[in-house]
């Protein structure tokens, strides 16, 4: 297959994008924004006094990954843990009114929701509170989650985001990926640089630039450009492609676009469609999210790769963790 990534070619495989069925299994998360003024600086400490006049919810971790993905299909369906607390019953509210399917959402009475508080002020975040639980998923919970698995139906695809918040364990990710071989589904992974999980057989798998050398074991080093020369990011390509034993490796670089690496092919290169960059927050999700969904509909790997390019570039000109919309990549995509 020869790829083409012409508007036309690109804009047809968007379309298809609705007519399938992917699975996002990973870390659930809440995004809190809270939006307010500063006008002084405390005289308490050296830090500025904020005045909050509004806050906002949305999902988050792998919740994002499924909020972008139910951007262009109805077909969408997410597999997680959250706490019994307000905010994992908020983060379930918020899934179920976009239209997203919760039944593979395990609700853990003894593990609180992870959540990343963000307060932003005349349009910068001033700080950013954590509160999370990493505790493991249990083997009687994994099983549980691979017995629902089995029983969902068939789908096109399955998207693992892991933030290593414990959710995705050996046994479960075993399970998973027997699942995909089995069925011969399309499996793509967005992995936490310090996992140790095997991936091995998974189509896809999405590191960006700093986690592709910390999961290489490699110091990270200062790009280089041309990207095509950049001889420690190759190499770290070359690690993982041997290690992971993927089909294919899509580092994301950030302004710099996206590196794609496949088994006994030279390098590709897509350079970055962002037109300016307001907040990178969620564009890995972005990209993993429509790279997925471009081979579920029949893409090549490089024109899957442009429309993930595309789709982060308009991500990264938003405030907050967002998501691209159909109307928006098509319209990217139509202006080259």
Same mark, same amino acid.
């Given at each position: 297959?020869?790829?083409?990534?012409?508007?036309?070619?690109?804009?047809?495989?968007?379309?298809?994008?609705?007519?399938?069925?992917?699975?996002?299994?990973?870390?659930?998360?809440?995004?809190?924004?809270?939006?307010?003024?500063?006008?002084?600086?405390?005289?308490?400490? /050296?830090?500025?006094?904020?005045?909050?006049?509004?806050?906002?919810?949305?999902?988050?971790?792998? =919740?994002?990954? =499924?909020?972008?993905?139910?951007?262009?299909?109805?077909?969408?369906?997410?597999?997680?843990?959250?706490?019994?607390?307000?905010?994992?019953?908020?983060?379930?509210?918020?899934?179920?009114?976009?239209?997203?399917?919760?039944?593979?959402?395990?609700?853990?009475?003894?593990?609180?929701?992870?959540?990343?508080?963000?307060?932003?002020?005349?349009?910068?975040?001033?700080?950013?509170?954590?509160? !999370? &639980?990493?505790?493991?998923?249990?083997? !009687?919970?994994?099983?549980?989650?691979?017995?629902?698995?089995?029983?969902?139906?068939?789908?096109?695809?399955?998207?693992? =985001?892991?933030?290593?918040?414990?959710?995705?364990?050996?046994?479960?990710?075993?399970?998973?990926?027997?699942? &995909?071989?089995?069925? !011969?589904?399309?499996?793509?992974?967005?992995?936490?640089?310090?996992?140790?999980?095997?991936?091995?057989?998974?189509?896809?798998?999405?590191?960006?630039?700093?986690e592709a050398f910390?999961?290489?074991?490699?110091?990270?080093?200062?790009?280089?450009? /041309?990207?095509?020369?950049?001889?420690?990011?190759?190499?770290?390509?070359?690690?993982?492609?041997?290690?992971?034993?993927?089909? !294919?490796?899509?580092?994301?670089?950030?302004?710099? %676009?996206?590196?794609? &690496?496949?088994?006994?092919?030279?390098?590709?290169?897509?350079?970055?469609?962002?037109?300016?960059?307001?907040?990178?927050?969620?564009?890995?999700?972005?990209?993993?999210?429509?790279?997925?969904?471009?081979?579920?509909? %029949?893409?090549?790997?490089?024109?899957? =790769?442009?429309?993930a390019n595309h789709?982060?570039?308009?991500?990264?000109?938003?405030?907050g963790t967002a998501?691209?919309?159909?109307?928006?990549?098509?319209?990217?995509?139509?202006?080259?």
């Amino acid at each position: 297959m020869t790829p083409d990534c012409r508007p036309a070619r690109l804009q047809a495989l968007i379309r298809e994008f609705q007519h399938k069925r992917i699975l996002i299994v990973g870390d659930l998360m809440l995004d809190e924004f809270i939006w307010g003024k500063v006008t002084r600086i405390s005289p308490e400490a /050296p830090v500025p006094v904020v005045n909050v006049a509004s806050e906002s919810y949305y999902p988050g971790g792998a =919740a994002n990954v =499924a909020r972008n993905v139910r951007e262009f299909t109805p077909e969408t369906m997410v597999m997680g843990r959250t706490g019994t607390d307000t905010y994992g019953r908020q983060l379930t509210k918020l899934l179920a009114e976009s239209g997203i399917d919760t039944r593979g959402v395990l609700q853990d009475s003894s593990t609180s929701t992870t959540v990343k508080s963000r307060i932003i002020a005349r349009n910068q975040q001033v700080v950013r509170v954590d509160r !999370e &639980c990493t505790s493991a998923l249990t083997a !009687e919970q994994a099983a549980l989650s691979l017995s629902w698995l089995e029983k969902m139906g068939p789908v096109d695809a399955v998207i693992v =985001a892991d933030y290593g918040k414990g959710v995705l364990t050996q046994f479960f990710a075993d399970g998973i990926t027997e699942f &995909c071989r089995r069925n !011969e589904r399309i499996l793509t992974i967005d992995p936490h640089p310090h996992s140790k999980l095997n991936w091995q057989g998974a189509t896809a798998i999405k590191p960006n630039r700093l986690e592709a050398f910390l999961a290489a074991g490699m110091p990270v080093s200062d790009a280089v450009l /041309p990207v095509l020369s950049d001889k420690p990011l190759l190499e770290a390509g070359r690690r993982l492609m041997e290690r992971w034993q993927a089909r !294919e490796l899509l580092i994301t670089l950030g302004e710099h %676009g996206m590196l794609l &690496c496949r088994a006994g092919l030279a390098p590709h290169h897509t350079p970055t469609c962002a037109k300016s960059v307001f907040d990178v927050s969620g564009a890995g999700d972005t990209a993993i999210a429509i790279y997925t969904l471009a081979l579920a509909a %029949g893409a090549h790997s490089i024109e899957a =790769a442009h429309l993930a390019n595309h789709a982060s570039g308009v991500v990264v000109g938003k405030l907050g963790t967002a998501a691209v919309t159909f109307a928006e990549l098509m319209n990217d995509v139509g202006e080259g």
